[in-house]
């Protein structure tokens, strides 16, 4: 894929430079696409967070019948290779590739500065997991996929003939499936599943190119923070297992979990393409 992308790229860079410059406009509306990867920050810090006595605060320790860390095996970032730490975690912060349509007005100014607004939106699969591994032992897996990220950004950009190089922010918002996986037989696990959101913003830059009048492409990156506006929880209840299981002693209506971070940072490279009007 990005092979792929990165050939078009060059192919569009050299017709480019193959045409003659010329004085040019670049007030207007414009429509286009993007395409391109996107790849969520990875967080080795991450862990899955507790709450014992279901007081609503998380930072609980789960601890066995004697007393002792019923996590002291660890977590990891990532989806887990078995049910134990030893087995560890298969890093799946490798990103997807990303496909979107945009829409824009630019405004030419007489000094050669570039004002403009853009609004896009784009589909993809990008994810992210972190997994707790009890004494039991067992693992316990959070997954978040990013399904679309839409934006508005403001852009400024200073025209250079048939370049224009630009930096770009504004705010962006990201449909989110969180889901929960464990191979705990014992206890009952009811999540609060489905579709969320995550906002926020986006920052970049990029530069574009007119290979006609009417014509552009482009490269850009951009860097998005986004913050998930419900995180999912998830009750370990009695199920099958003893009063004496670690996540009932404390409560006996059970443990909730949660993903000790609600934040996702994302970074996007593609190439884009715009008809101006």
Known sequence: MIKSLVAAASVAALAAVAMPAA??????????????????????GERILFDTNLDGTYGDTVRTGAGADAFSPGFCGGTPNGNNAAAGCTDDDDGA???????????????????GVVGEWSSTSAEDAVTGFSTTPASY??????????????RIGYAMDTWLPYVTAGYATAQVDETYSTSNTANSFTP????????GFQ??????????????VGVEYLYSDLDVN???????????????????????????????????????????????F
Do not use: C
């Not at 609060?192 to 906002?199: E, H, K, L, Q």
């Not at 970049?204 to 190119?209: F, M, P, R, S, Y």
């Not at 419900?230 to 099958?240: E, F, K, Y």
């Open 23 to 44: 004085a040019q406009d670049w007030s207007g509306f414009y429509i286009g696409g993007q395409a391109g990867w996107l790849a969520p920050s990875q967080d080795d």
């Open 97 to 115: 590739g990303e496909f979107g349509v945009r829409a824009g007005y630019d405004i030419h100014t007489s000094g050669g500065w570039v004002l």
């Open 141 to 154: 897996t959070f997954q978040r996929e990013v399904t679309s990220v839409a934006a508005i950004r403001a």
């Open 192 to 199: 609060t599943s489905g579709d969320t959101d995550a906002d």
């Open 203 to 216: 920052i970049g830059g990029g530069i574009e190119k007119k290979l006609t009048d009417s014509f552009t």
């Open 230 to 276: 419900d995180s999912l929880v998830v009750r370990t209840g009695p199920g099958t297992a003893p009063a004496t299981n670690p996540f009932l002693i404390v409560n006996p209506m059970g443990t909730n979990q949660i993903r000790s971070s609600d934040s996702i940072e994302l970074h996007s490279f593609r190439v884009t393409a715009a008809f101006r």
